[in-house]
Nanobody, 125 residues
């Protein structure tokens, strides 16, 4: 049974930073899965934030977070991270990690096979 568990969220002032983690279990080989981060604010659709390929290749970011967020993975720990810097109030949302079997970068929610339960990030002004 595949599980993705996010952690590291919380309340932070504008301009601050957080490091979100997504620990996975149940994958036969974690490194065979490309990973993504999405977020959903109240009343809005879930939107793509960042993704990283399963093997090699560069990460990909939504324009709204480029230069402020960094996605990385540690295949030995079956974990993907999202370093979020220079946070803005509009970054306030529930953040979800997701996994898909494949090498392509996918920005649509329908392209992912597994999802975490989400973690709240609140940025105060």
């Amino acid at each position: 049974q595949v599980q993705l568990v996010e952690s590291g969220g919380g309340l932070v002032q504008a301009g601050g930073s957080l490091r979100l983690s997504c620990a996975s279990s149940g994958f036969t080989v974690f490194s065979m899965y490309s990973m993504g981060w999405f977020r959903q604010a109240p009343g809005r659709e879930r939107e793509f934030v960042a993704a990283i390929r399963r093997i090699g290749g560069g990460p990909y970011y939504a324009e709204s977070v480029k230069g402020r967020f960094t996605i990385s993975r540690d295949n030995a720990k079956n974990t993907v991270y999202l370093q979020v810097n220079v946070l803005k109030p509009e970054d306030t949302a529930t953040y979800y990690c997701a996994a898909r079997r494949g090498t392509e970068i996918v920005t649509m929610t329908s392209g992912y096979d597994y999802w975490g339960q989400g973690i709240q990030v609140t940025v105060s002004s």
